[in-house]
């Protein structure tokens, strides 16, 4: 299915200017990829896991984590900081779920490298594992300490970081959301879309949900059950967030 793209009427309401638009595609690229109608295999590309972990909650596959975070690394992704955040938030929610074993994970992929094992201290972090202290010395060493210190500074736990803060963290929201389904984090983004104090990240709110709309049922029905008591600029701008 190709990606979808606003109406011209739409773009004018909802999108940042070019080079914001530009930003904040590259921050989510991971997620927004057409989805085939294929079953997915070990051999895939990491284009086709972008895809898996986009509907990771409706299809649950842990067979698939080992190889999504290989093939991620071999291809550099995992270097990017904002796609890095993206997964360890995709990869912290399925922990604090109770369906994935990071520490094990870490393990069974100790051959991939700095930028893999990064993106799993972020993810123990995240998570706030009950073992995280422990399994972050065994994945930082002497060369990472800077990066160690800015981990124990920031947030544990997804929800503890703010949208407003940073672009990255929009990214990380609909990441967490599409482990499993947690539409605490989709509720947080509609709140954003709709407080247009922030305007500029009301308006990548916005213009998010109106992608993954099309494509998540609970996405629309959660803009849908918004509508039916909002507010006259409420209703406009909700309106403008749904294909039909």
Not at 61 to 80: D, I, M, Q, T, V
Not at 127 to 134: E, L, V
Not at 146 to 164: E, K
């Amino acid at each position: 299915m190709p990606a979808r793209h606003f109406p011209a009427s739409v773009t004018r309401r909802l999108l940042p200017g070019r080079g914001c638009l530009a930003g904040f595609v590259l921050l989510i690229l991971l997620l927004f990829m057409p989805l085939p109608a294929l079953a997915l295999n070990l051999s895939l590309q990491p284009a086709h896991y972008a895809e898996a972990m986009e509907f990771y909650y409706q299809h649950p596959n842990p067979e698939l984590l080992k190889p999504l975070l290989r093939s991620f690394a071999e291809a550099g992704w995992l270097g990017h900081a904002e796609k890095r955040l993206s997964v360890a938030a995709f990869l912290a929610e399925l922990a604090w779920h109770g369906q994935l074993d990071l520490a094990r994970l870490a393990r069974e992929t100790a051959d991939l490298g700095r930028d893999a094992r990064l993106t799993l201290a972020w993810a123990l972090h995240l998570a706030n594992a009950d073992n995280k202290k422990d399994s972050l010395e065994n994945l930082l060493g002497a060369g990472d300490r800077r990066f160690a210190s800015h981990i124990r500074q920031s947030p544990a736990g997804i929800r503890q970081w703010n949208l407003a803060a940073e672009p990255s963290v929009l990214g990380m929201y609909w990441s967490a959301f599409m482990a499993c389904g947690n539409l605490a984090y989709v509720d947080a983004i509609l709140d954003c879309a709709l407080n247009l104090r922030n305007f500029e990240l009301a308006r990548r709110a916005a213009a998010s949900l109106y992608e993954y709309e099309a494509r998540h049922p609970l996405v629309e029905k959660k803009l849908r059950d918004r509508l039916k008591n909002a507010t006259v600029n409420e209703r406009e701008r909700l309106e403008t967030m749904l294909h039909h």
